[in-house]
C-alpha cells in the first residue's frame, strides 16, 4: 500500500533535497506509520540543517526511545530541551524534562 502524502514528499525531496519542512513533514508521516527508522533518518538530517526549537529533537528523541536506542534518546532529549530553552519556550522544555526524567527511571 502506498502512502500519498509521503510520496508527496519524496516528489518535493526530490526536488530539492534541502528543504528542511519537507524533511520535517516526512518524518511526521513515518511516524503515523511507526517506522521509527526513517523518522530518524529525516530527523536527523533537518537538524543538522536548521535551528530547531525543540519539537524535532522531542520527537527525534521519542523515535529513538521506540527503537531501543536509549543514550542516543537521552542526548536528542537534552538538545530539545537546550533548544527549546533557548528559543524562550518554557513549556517545551518542561515536556521534555520530563520525557526525560521517565527515560531515567
Known amino acids: 500500500m502506498t502512502n500519498p502524502r509521503i510520496e508527496a514528499f519524496l516528489k518535493m525531496l526530490a526536488a ?9 513533514g516526512l518524518a511526521n508521516e513515518y511516524w503515523k506509520l511507526n517506522e521509527y ?5 529525516h530527523l536527523s538530517l533537518y ?12 520527537m527525534l528523541g521519542q523515535a529513538l526511545q521506540k527503537l531501543g536506542r536509549l543514550e542516543e534518546a537521552r542526548q536528542a532529549f537534552r538538545a530539545g530541551q537546550q533548544a527549546a530553552e533557548r528559543h524562550s519556550h518554557p513549556t517545551m522544555a ?11 527511571e
Open 47 to 58: 537538524l543538522k540543517a536548521t535551528d530547531d526549537q525543540g519539537a524535532g529533537y522531542r
Open 16 to 24: 530539492d533535497s534541502t528543504n528542511t519542512m519537507v524533511r520535517y
Open 37 to 41: 527508522a526513517q523518522v530518524v533518518e
Open 94 to 104: 518542561a515536556e521534555i524534562e520530563e520525557m526525560l526524567e521517565m527515560l531515567d
